[in-house]
């Protein structure tokens, strides 16, 4: 089975603080993507990333930064916690096959918590 | 960039009722993803439509695509209270050769005994 694993399942950080969501799949995915999730605004992409060390600015890149060295691992860093940053966040990974996208497999999701 | 409409936003039905929900496009569709989400977990993978006119059934659930490829459906039969979560639909913005996914809003299900 196609597995993605983000480090923590839940995660309070103080305002300020330097955070950083980890992601590990294991089914060498070229795609990987970080994305949000709040009431009624549904799945926001923040970043995704098509390749070791390249990474795409999604829709609300604002206050996030993401890490790729490693095909299999994609961090997110919140460089400075703050309270609007509250939210759940998914990891997501997919294939690049013949020119388009297999299906994404998700994360179990972190839901942090800036106070 | 490409934007997704999912109606209705939340809905409640009886045991063994029908649905539909539905997802609308603002440009063509050339992957359109349905994906259901227990509360507080990650996104379960449903089904895949890439095709006009595609239709594909899972048990209970079937997807169709709209011959124009802006519009989706997702339907459910005879509803259990397995089915209830957040649906969303999803679609392959294709930029650049790279992936740039994108999602609806999500429609809230419940499913009342």
């Known amino acids: 089975d196609v597995k993605v694993t983000q480090s923590s399942r839940y995660l309070v950080k103080r305002t300020g603080e330097k955070v950083f969501l980890e992601c590990v799949q294991d089914m060498d995915h070229e795609n990987m993507f970080w994305y949000r999730q709040d009431p009624g605004l549904g799945l926001r992409l923040i970043y995704f990333s098509y390749d070791v060390k390249m990474k795409e600015k999604g829709d609300i890149p604002e206050g996030y930064s993401v890490s790729r060295e490693k095909k299999e691992r994609f961090s997110l860093i919140l460089e400075s916690a703050s309270t609007n940053q509250t939210s759940m966040y998914l990891c997501a990974s997919s294939l690049w096959d013949r020119g388009r996208s297999t299906e994404a497999f998700f994360g179990q999701g972190t839901r942090l918590t800036v106070v | 960039s490409q934007e997704l409409e999912q109606s209705p936003q939340s809905l409640i039905v009886q045991e063994g009722k029908n649905l539909t929900i539905n997802c609308t496009s603002s440009?063509?569709?050339?992957?359109l993803y349905w994906y259901k989400q227990k509360y507080g977990e990650g996104l379960i993978f449903l089904m895949m439509?890439?095709?006009?006119?595609e239709e594909k059934s899972h048990e209970k659930i079937t997807a169709k695509l709209d011959e124009k490829k802006q519009q989706s459906s997702l339907h459910i039969t005879a509803s259990q209270p397995s089915h209830a979560g957040i649906y969303l639909c999803?679609?392959?913005?294709?930029?650049?050769?790279?992936?740039?996914?994108?999602f609806g809003q999500g429609t809230r299900l419940t499913i009342n005994p």
């Open positions: 440009k063509t569709l050339y992957g």
């Open positions: 999803g679609a392959d913005g294709a930029l650049q050769g790279a992936q740039k996914l994108v």
């Open positions: 439509l890439q095709k006009g006119g």
